[in-house]
């Protein structure tokens, strides 16, 4: 991202006292003191009506960010739908729209959160009472869209809150879609802990020359690389290693070993677990190894496993992670493998899995180069399997609504046999593990080629078609 300190000007930093009354009071119930340093720098800028891309790490205050300014450009004189933040979960819905009410409290703007797994009644009297500002998550939005419950017509503020799940493989068709119902003009704002150049590449299609901001503690500026390090146990590292990569959802990464035994291993380990991946040692064969080379340069491999020596010469662009599997041996090796991310000017993100005796090294590292590390605790499995959850559900519904009639009559056939398969659970399990497989463990812009292809030709077509049909067909003279 590039940084903000190039603009030839700067907006004179938010205040609270900035604020209409009434929301001023709001602020003070929430026990806001005062505006934290993200809030300073992008509220003008969205007040100013020019869109964002916002870096910026949990607990930061980017919430507040967003919602202050989408309150205060709410007209209450319009009764239509004028703010909407998409975000990946139901508890993350819930989380903004709390945000939300308490601070149009006593103002007469009117909120809503949208979400599936509840029923649609509360969601549609509020649509009935004109609400003003949307919480939602894709799925249940495009369904209200799509059953014409609500109109996003005269949109005026779009907000993509963690952006890089809300881009990826799973919830981008489906914001794609959402996108369709906005007016062609609509202020965008994207909110992210991490941007990867993946995401910043998919951004550029929703937004209109944004001012991109980094935010590190209290300083504001760009951030190349991001250390983030998990303590795990040495015995169960790999499950470890597969529980941070559905948190993360990295679209490229690079994974490095000290061993060619762990390559090898892991390579074989994450492809028996689903993942496109695979592995690069000295002991592949020369057209094995010509084979991989050729997945890397087209682009058509999401992870590969390799040592610093057979690393060497591998070139991935817009690598967005490189993972640490193991703490290498040189000092210096550590910056080498997280150089490979965060290259020209773009961000990236290094991740080292330690045990508890290797994070007193990693720290001895970092303070010798002067490196700030963010450490996080792995996911559990409960985080795993809700994060899933919500990704799948999302894609599911995508696929039933792109069914034809005849298609869906043709599933009603299978619905008594669903109902009767013995261990049905387990059944459905292994059909959703393979829907779910097979597309989101792949490169996110290889799937937006192949849906983007039907179009174009889908185009071609109809343009020969066209003239085709411009020609009048000759009359056959009567004898």
Known sequence: MESDSNKSEEAAPFRFEDLPETLKKNVERQGWTAPMPVQERVIPIL?????????SRTGSGKTAAFTLP????????????????????????????????????DTQRRSVAVYGGVGYGTQIEAFKQNVHIIVATPGRMIDHLMSRRVSLSKLRLLVLDEADEMLSMGFYQAIVRIRSFLPKKVQTALFSATIPPGVASLAQRFTHKPESISLSGTTLHVEEVEHIYYVVDAMDKDRALLKIIEMENPGAALIFCNTKREVEYLGVFMKNFGYDGAYISGDLSQAERKKVMTRIRKGQLRFLAATDVAARGIDISDLGYVILYNLPQAHDNYIHRAGRTGRAG?????????????EIELKKRAKRFGLQLIKRE???????????????????????????NLEKERLKRFLPLSR????????????????????????????????????????VKKSKAKKQGGQRPRRRRRK
């Open 420 to 459: 009767t398969l013995p261990e049905t659970g387990e059944t459905v399990a292994m059909l959703l593990d393979r829907f779910y497989q097979e597309p989101l463990h792949k490169p996110l812009y290889l799937h937006e080629e192949a849906h983007q292809k039907p179009r174009a030709e889908e185009a």
């Open 70 to 105: 989408m309150c205060m450009q709410t007209d209450v004189r319009r009764d239509e739908v004028q703010g909407l933040v998409l975000v990946p979960t139901r508890e993350l819905a819930e989380q903004v729209y709390t945000v939300v009410r308490d601070l149009i409290r």
């Open 346 to 358: 773009e961000t990236g993100i290094a991740i080292s899995l330690v045990t508890w005796i290797e």
């Open 378 to 404: 792995v996911p559990t499995d409960q985080e795993v399997e809700t994060r899933v959850a919500e990704r799948l559900r999302v894609m599911l519904e995508e696929k039933h609504r792109s069914l034809s």
């Open 47 to 55: 007040l100013d009506g020019k869109d964002v891309m916002v870096q």
